[in-house]
């Protein structure tokens, strides 16, 4: 049996250790806090297909989309993936025309969206606030929905410790044990933890792991503010909101959780306070019910954000032995590249992770149409 030690225990960290437990590795799992305690635990964590570009990058979303409820039927108890439809709408004639044209090549791909009157926003969403939405049209993707991140890692984590997988927290990798040119293990203060492969899951702090074995990897961080509002009991938002101003979606407990774009646009710029204010008066103009609730809490992720906005898969050819799973949108991705992932570990090279390499050409234009939303708005 191969032994593998996993970095990092949000959502990618937690998927690669669920899928090589259940196919008999020897998993140790060493995460520096605690279950999705870094980005996976603030993120918006909603199935964005619909923002994912090139067409393969958009199949890749769908089947891990599709894989979320697989998942949940396999581990069975109570579900993180929440199925609802996601509304958007622009505030000029250009974003409308864009968010036209994003539907109507989506649909060419077969994507379940759809240009609709806004008052099937009233039918579906009937707490917004009429006046929030002045476009004459909007579009509707009726097979969405938002996941309970910091559930679902726990959950296969749980999994993942009953098929044999070591969970050890409190652990930061702080160097790297190496046999000739290859990565043989980690070490943590005093101990050695040897393996035949270390998975680098750590999110932000990639980078930092990839160089402790001399190599680098093409990526950035991009941080983002995620609010989440005090319970207002009888709410039922019955769809996921994505709005010029702000984004909004249900949460567990009667909350919900807000994120927003131009918000992010200012975070090197003002104080998080402030801005976790501005972010709340927004969610309030769209949905007055927010009115009568606070700002429970704001907690600011870092985004791994690979440059090309593309995943960043597999072992560096100057760091065998060391094999890396970088990307944003990760609680959408975690079930499909976690799977393929540990596919990969236990059976050889795989084609279906070919254009995602960490050696790849970094072209000069983004790829990804997500990542261009993220850093222009």
Known sequence: MSRVIVLGAGVLGASVAYHLATAGVQVVVIEAGGPAAGTSSATFAMDVTHLKT???????NRGSAALHATLAEELGGPSW???MPAIQWGDSDESQQGLRERAVRLKSWGHPCRIADPSELRELAPAVDPAACTA???VIHDQSAWYDAPLFVQRLLDRAATLGADI???LRANALIRRGDTVAGVETGTRRWEADWVINCTGPDADRVAA???TGLPMTRIPGLVGESTPIPGLRLGAILATPEVDLRPAPGDRICSISWPVDALLSGQSDDALADRLHAGGQRVLPALRTARLAGARLGVRPVPADGLPLVGAHPAAPGLYHLVTHSGVNLAPELGRLAAREITE???QELTEYRVT???PASVRDESLTLMTTR
């Open 54 to 60: 090139p067409r393969s990058y958009y199949e890749l």
């Open 81 to 83: 993936r929440h199925p």
């Open 136 to 138: 004459g049209d909007i």
């Open 168 to 170: 050890r927290y409190g």
């Open 212 to 214: 402790l074995a001399g």
């Open 348 to 350: 050889g090279r795989s």
């Open 360 to 362: 790849r050409p970094i």
